[in-house]
């Protein structure tokens, strides 16, 4: 079926485009040329002035003066005549006046109790002490006064003449203090580990807020040298990607480091590959910890860590909270699997000794 709108377009398919701009004037060109010099004006991405040429014949009267315009605006709008209206307002009310429904009120009639004649007689002939005695056992507290109720009650159970003497007072909230801060020595620490200080096997950094970028890069260089150091930790240092970078290019070489704790930073998704490249020629590290950095890694950094984790047989515990399921299961069973590896050999190794000291 042909379109409505395609049947009008039929009677331009043949024309000569040649022919017709043949005929035309000096003047008529001209004025194509002027028309063809419009930009684009179906750009909505162009301002409204470079969509087509300007066509203002006026010349400017001067500079912008906003006061002027605003005066001149104001003035316009006094002189301009308001349109009147088809159907003038006379302030007629016409249709009917809303009366809102009113709801019935309901009326409870008193229902007349009939007591058993003893208990009404009882009742009749009881004295007000033993009234309140009877309203206070029935927990109605509102037919007695305070008074009253105190002399039933008794001082002993915290009610004296005026009242409640005990107040129900909550628990007192017990302080937590923040906790004391890290009292380890940046500087001497440094130090010793560039001396190999076979006695320094732990560093412990955390929560030091004040340690330089350069600083954190000069202990990523010492431990490149140092066959001492087992356990490394620098969680809320603000650590960045050139510290993780230099603490990648520390993994390479060294040797000896078996934990590196790095959580709590302002490392990103390049400062995480650079750590995993490195480890993945790293066969001495058993632990890394990576999570809670101000922002996460993203899927195909994941991806790399999960890889990384299935080549690398020797990390044992890796501390990240994946934010995908698939590179979670494949970190997960990687860990498991270097874990019962362990486990192998080293019921292996237990056999084999126990079978050497047989006679």
Known sequence: MELPFRKDLE???????????????????????SVLDDLDPENALLPAGFRQKDQTVKKPSGPFDREKLLA????????????EDVVPYTGEKKGKVFIPKQKPVQSYAEEKVTLDPELEEALTSATDTELCDLAAILGMHNLISNAQFCDIVGSSN?????????VVKGEKIVPVFDEPPNPTNVAESLQRI??????????????????????????????????????????????????????????RVNKTLKSLNIESNFITGAGMLALIDALKEN????????????????????MEIAKMLEE???????????TQQGPRTRAAAAITKNNDLVWRIGVKLTSSALSSLQP
């Open 158 to 166: 915290g009610v004296g003449n005026e009242g409640f003497t005990n």
């Open 11 to 33: 009677k331009y398919k043949d024309l000569d485009e040649d022919e017709i701009l043949g005929k035309l004037s000096e003047e008529e060109l001209k004025q194509l040329e």
């Open 283 to 302: 066969e001495t590290l058993m632990e890394i910890k990576v999570d809670n950095q101000r922002q996460q890694f993203g899927t195909p950094v994941e």
């Open 312 to 322: 690398n047989t020797k990390i044992l515990k890796f501390g990240y909270h994946f």
């Open 72 to 83: 001149y605006l104001e003035k316009q709008a006094l002189e301009h005549k308001d349109v």
């Open 194 to 251: 560039k001396e190999n200080d076979p006695r320094l096997i732990d560093v412990n950094l955390n929560n030091i807020k004040n340690i330089p970028i350069p600083t954190l890069k000069e202990f990523a260089k010492a431990l490149e040298t140092n066959t001492h150091v087992k356990h490394f930790s620098l969680a809320a240092t603000r650590s960045n990607d050139p510290v993780a970078v230099a603490f990648a290019d520390m993994l």
